[in-house]
């Protein structure tokens, strides 16, 4: 197998409560390759968003590391970029749609090339008719697609998405979950999609990741082998869908 | 305001206004108030208009105009500079917050004294007296407003790879411009009032003078009038902010006004 394009070796995070530093994950071991869908699946309270800021250099590992094309990171590396659960407090509610898109590339890119990437993303997420739109004018689901697309406009080698669905209703859900597969065999993005919800891991996954205890680690990780592509209806209804979602029920605890 | 927020003139309220100059007119006309020095509206509306021709109205507009300008803008700069200091900064609130929380309590009327004993009867006074206390609103609201701004943004900033100044530039101020609008208007209110005061005690020019001068020389009805300038002059500042803030942030408007 290739190189994997992001790693994380061993890394630990200790935040500190009231001058004592506690360790919220630990010994941390992911590696993530090119077109690769890894979720990480985890009960509350594991530490599920800390592993991802770290993951996304907005957290400093305190020991181990992490690395993009295999420098180590000492903040926020090019390439990656996180999409954010809250939609409502990530998106730039003075801008507009367009603009929202626009914002992590317009200081780098001529006036011309930046619209039509605007232009490119916001067709790729199904959102060119709302482009001059004002965030507060689209529903939750087309938000959280704004988002995705202003990550997307910078053309990341890994989007790390944090329960990005987790605000949102099934139907709306089932719907962006197809969207981020096709995004992925369309761009070859890497994701890294953290969230609680078993079936959702395994339905997007190529692995799937389980994050266990306090301090949150990585207790086992499950190659999911369904076929593509994947169907909301058909896949959901496969026998080894259904024993992978035993399975990780049971490795988390809940059979 | 006489405004919906649809911006269409509110004729209910309006109509209501109309009524109270019709019972003030119909009671001063009847005897029912009897006050040697009481005109009725008309005789205020007369007394707009003799003053207008005469062009001493015009002139004393456009003083106090001039000074609620700068004196506003002057205190805009200061407020906006040292709100955004303090709301960024810890650090600075820290060293700094004591001394605002100290000075901001105290009534800009009691520098009237210290600008007169400083400047004399003049410009300089007025400025003092305006500025001073036209500060404070907009320092608070854009503290409250950088100090309040989600700190999710910080965190898109970074994954976007912005830098702290990108960060703050179009990041933190735009998000917390609604509160520094609201800041703003507040002041220009504040700005009005202490220029009026300023020219009543402080600096013999504008309308506020031109209040004290009527009064002294016992011609109620152009007292009134002046009285009824300033109160159009305020209508009229507050509607400019807003149609100014409306044709500059659109976005923003739409949750400040």
């Keep these: 197998m290739a190189e994997p394009i992001f790693e994380c070796r061993s890394a630990s995070v200790a935040l500190a409560f009231g001058g004592q530093a506690r360790p919220i994950v630990s010994d941390i071991g992911l590696s993530v390759h090119e077109a690769e869908f890894l979720s990480i699946v985890g009960p509350s309270g594991t530490g599920k968003t800390t592993l991802l800021r770290m993951l996304g250099g907005l957290l400093r590992p305190t020991s181990g590391e992490i690395r993009m094309r295999g420098e180590v990171l000492t903040g926020p590396p090019d390439g990656v970029v996180i999409v954010f659960q809250d939609y409502g407090n990530a998106l730039l509610q003075w801008r507009t749609v367009a603009a929202n898109v626009a914002f992590g590339i317009e200081r780098h890119l001529p006036r011309k090339e930046c619209d039509e990437r ?34 997307l406009a910078l053309r990341p080698a890994v989007l790390l998405m ?36 078993i079936e959702e891991a395994v339905y997007l996954g190529d692995r799937v990741a389980v994050l266990k205890g306090s301090p949150g680690r990585i207790d086992n990780i499950v190659d999911i082998t369904l076929p593509s592509p994947r169907d909301q209806v058909t896949t959901r209804q ?11 029920h049971q490795a988390i605890g809940h059979g | 305001m006489a405004e919906t927020a649809r911006g269409r003139l509110n004729w209910t309220g309006l109509g209501v206004f109309a009524l109270v100059l019709l019972v003030w007119e119909a009671a001063v006309r009847s005897g029912l108030i009897a006050f040697e020095f009481f005109p009725p509206p008309s005789r205020i509306l007369l007394g707009i208009v003799a003053l207008t021709r005469d062009g ?13 300008a700068a004196g506003w803008s002057i205190a805009m700069l200061i407020g906006v500079a040292i709100g955004v200091l303090l709301g960024f900064s810890p650090t600075a609130r820290r060293f700094g917050l004591a001394s605002v ?17 400083l400047f004399g009867f003049s410009l300089q006074t007025e400025l003092v ?41 179009h990041l933190l101020l735009p998000a917390a411009l609604p509160s520094i609008i609201v800041g703003a208007r507040i002041s220009l209110g504040l700005a009005l009032v202490m220029a009026i005061v300023a020219e009543i005690v402080g600096n013999p020019a504008g309308l506020g003078y031109g209040i004290v001068r009527e009064q002294q020389a016992m011609n109620p009805e152009y007292m009134f009038a002046y009285i009824a300038v300033v109160g159009i002059l305020g209508i ?22």
């Design chain 1, 238 to 248: 496969l026998p080894e869908f259904l024993a992978y979602r035993y399975d990780l």
């Design chain 2, 236 to 257: 009229a500042l507050n509607a400019g902010v807003v149609a100014l803030t409306t044709a500059l942030w659109p976005a923003t408007s739409r949750v400040t006004l």
């Design chain 2, 129 to 169: 007296v305006t500025v001073l206390p036209t500060i404070w609103p907009v320092m608070v609201n854009t503290m409250g407003g950088i100090a309040n701004v989600h700190p999710r943004l910080g965190d898109v900033g970074r994954t976007l790879r912005l830098s702290n100044t990108e960060i703050v530039r």
């Design chain 2, 101 to 117: 929380e100290v000075l901001r309590p105290m009534p800009g009327i009691a520098f009237a004294p210290v600008g007169l004993l």
């Design chain 1, 162 to 197: 944090d329960e990005p669905f987790a605000a949102l209703d099934a139907m709306t859900k089932a719907g962006l979950q197809d969207e981020l597969l096709r995004l992925r065999d369309q761009t070859g993005t890497s994701f890294v999609f953290i969230t609680h919800d």
């Design chain 2, 56 to 68: 001493v109205m015009l002139q004393d507009l456009l003083h106090t105009l001039g000074s609620i």
């Design chain 1, 118 to 151: 605007v232009a490119a993303v916001l067709e790729l997420v199904g959102l060119s008719k709302r482009a001059s739109d004002y965030p507060w004018q689209l529903s939750g689901g087309m938000q959280q697609r704004v988002q995705i697309a202003r990550a």
